[in-house]
């Protein structure tokens, strides 16, 4: 079956920045919509960006448009998360999550398939 197995996480001072990898047991193209997660302690879980991997076109939310930035190395199966700027509000667990479904289309932020999540903390 499909994985996606999360890494890259750490500890970093506030300003700092870090890169999550997301790598895939498929191709990225596989996939209609990839995304990245994220869930402080004491929160819910939200959506911090998604891509469509076959356009490439990605969306952030809010609180880190122009901070993090999604991509994505095809060959290598792997999606990526370049967060810069870190503040101790991005303190959380990180997931990468896919589906076939257009990112659109899916209710809740509620994609199929998701990693073990990678633990990120800014202090």
């Known amino acids: 079956h499909v994985q996606l197995v999360e890494s890259g996480g750490g500890s970093v001072q506030a300003g700092g920045s870090l890169r999550l990898s997301c790598a895939a047991s498929?191709?990225?193209?596989?996939?209609?919509?990839m995304g990245w997660f994220r869930q402080g302690p004491g929160k819910e879980r939200e959506g911090v960006a998604n891509i469509n991997p076959g356009s490439g076109i990605a969306n952030y939310t809010d609180s880190v448009q122009g901070r993090f930035t999604v991509s994505q190395d095809k060959a290598k199966k792997t999606l990526y998360l370049e967060m810069n700027s870190l503040k101790p509000e991005d303190t959380a667990m990180y997931y990468c999550?896919?589906?076939?479904?257009?990112?659109?289309?899916?209710?809740?932020?509620?994609?199929?398939?998701w990693g073990q999540g990678t633990q990120v903390t800014v202090s």
């Open positions: 498929v191709y990225l193209a596989s996939f209609d919509c």
């Open positions: 999550a896919a589906d076939l479904r257009a990112c659109s289309r899916i209710p809740k932020n509620r994609l199929s398939i």
